[in-house]
């Protein structure tokens, strides 16, 4: 597969599932909050023009390269293909739980991962708010993994558009029918679950950092909660009522925190 073919399917996959999660927060509203949709899209824009002209199919590149050399552990290993997949799903998942958390506790990564957490609503084009630069020290992070574990052209793509919808749906302003989430909150990341985690308030800040799988809070000791029922302040305090494109650029010139 080419790298164009890549950021095709790539690029459906995105707009399928930005759809599926507006569809679900259009039928299951949790605050009806109008969102800051004008600002997160324009820097979803800034960062498409930046990371698609500094690596726009690295991952395929790598993917290509590490099964060339015969690097990484599925290369290596004598892996049966049919668990490479859901095995690159974890293993991803999982490194970017530590990411996120390692965003949230390290002062240098938290100047750039604050503006995601700058909106001060929650919605799903919140997915989409972050800075260049939290995307670009994430980048390399994402290429090694990929190298260590040799992961498939095939397992990149399902990775990245799972992760992609879990994004999506979790920052929904969604009420998930009460039957539904308490089933998929066993395993999976709920609106409720992640709206927790865009609090104002430093202790429930700082918990809930997965994206796909919930095992991996409920497992090391960051499990925030999941009710959707109960109102979150969100945001960070300190921040203008509604920041702009330029507010949200020159942000990491400043360290705004939770509130104790
Ligand atoms: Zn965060």
């Known amino acids: 597969m080419s790298e164009t073919e890549f950021q095709i399917i790539k690029s459906i996959g995105f707009v399928a599932a930005l759809g599926l999660a507006a569809g679900a927060q259009r039928l299951y509203p949790h605050a009806r909050s109008g969102g800051s949709w004008q600002t997160n899209a324009l820097l979803w824009g800034t960062n498409a023009a930046i990371l698609g002209s500094v690596c726009a199919g690295c991952a395929c590149t790598v993917s290509l390269w590490a099964s060339d050399a015969g690097y990484g552990l599925f290369n290596r290993a004598a892996v049966p293909a049919w668990l490479t997949i ?12 530590f990411w996120h958390r390692a965003n949230h506790h390290i002062s240098v990564l938290w100047r750039f991962h604050q503006v995601h957490h700058s909106d001060p609503t929650f919605t799903v084009t919140t997915a989409l708010r972050f800075h260049p630069g939290e995307l670009l020290l994430a980048l390399p992070v994402r290429l090694v993994a990929v190298a260590l574990l040799g992961v498939s052209i095939p397992g990149v793509i399902v990775f990245e558009l799972i992760f992609a919808l879990s994004n999506f749906v979790e920052h929904g302003d969604i009420d998930l029918p009460r039957w539904l989430e308490a089933k998929l909150e066993r395993g999976l990341v ?26 991996w809070d409920r497992a090391l000791g960051t499990y925030g909660g999941n009710r959707s029922q109960v109102h979150v302040r969100i945001g960070l305090p300190g921040l203008p009522a509604s920041p702009s494109v330029r507010d949200a650029l020159l942000m990491p010139r400043r360290v705004y925190r939770g509130e104790a």
């Not at 409720?192 to 919930?214: I, K, M, P």
Request: a positive charge; charged letters at 20%; one cysteine or more.
């Open 86 to 97: 859901p095995a690159t799903l974890v293993v991803l998942d999982l490194v970017s739980y």
């Open 190 to 215: 709920t609106p409720a679950l992640h709206r927790r985690h865009h609090s104002r308030e430093r202790e429930l800040l700082n918990s809930n950092y997965c994206t796909v799988f919930s095992l």
